[in-house]
């Protein structure tokens, strides 16, 4: 029995080592389709995501990657070298939990055999709360948008991700649809935050500083 144990054990510790993971460019490139029909007018990129730091983890650019992503293929004209003030991003708060113990508990039981047939080891479950600020030139907020986002990410054979990037990759996935919330709110105003981005005037050096430091 003692053997079977250490068996088990020895298993569980290597199954993150076997994880055949899913491509996280899924989860960070995957924002909407649709672009705005009147983009705003190109604009500097700030993020707070201090609440999400992880500077163990290998996607510790991932907020930036999926906020700058999102941005320029759907909300504003990158095309246009002037820029007339800034979206800052603020990640507000994160939960995140461990989920699966059953599952453990089944896994040893089994010698690992039921992740052969794709059944998880564990899971991880977040939810991330995050606003958008749209200001301009001067550094005046023209609008705040809030949204709340949920995920589930497995760990898993064939279908999953290793224990090593699930848990960050929950966080980003869940920020991926609070982003898709805040998304319709902005577009909604398109037309005003147009004429009252353009109406500021483009960021010179100093407005810049001023923008992205509110």
Known sequence: MN?????????????????????V????????????????????????????DNTDSLLADAPQQLFQHEVTQNIVDPTDNIKFGCLKLTITSVVNERKGKG???????TLMAPSLLGVPLEYYRSSVRAQVQVINSHGKVLGCYRGVGYSTV?????????????????????????????????????????????????????????????
């Open 154 to 214: 497995q760990v898993a054979l064939y279908h999953g991700y290793s224990q090593t990037n699930a848990s960050r990759l929950a966080d980003i996935d869940a920020l991926r649809h609070a982003l898709s919330q805040i998304r319709p709110q902005i577009e909604g105003v398109s037309d005003s935050l147009r004429t009252k981005l353009l109406a500021g005037g483009p960021m010179g050096p100093l407005s810049g500083a001023t923008a992205l430091d509110r």
């Open 3 to 23: 053997s079977l144990l250490r068996y088990s054990l020895l298993c569980l510790s290597c199954f993150p080592l076997l994880v055949s993971c899913v491509s």
């Open 25 to 52: 460019d899924r989860v960070i490139f995957r924002p909407h389709s649709a672009a705005f029909e009147n983009r705003l007018p190109n604009l500097e990129l700030a993020i707070d995501h201090s609440t999400l």
């Open 103 to 109: 599952f453990q508990v089944l896994q040893m039981a």
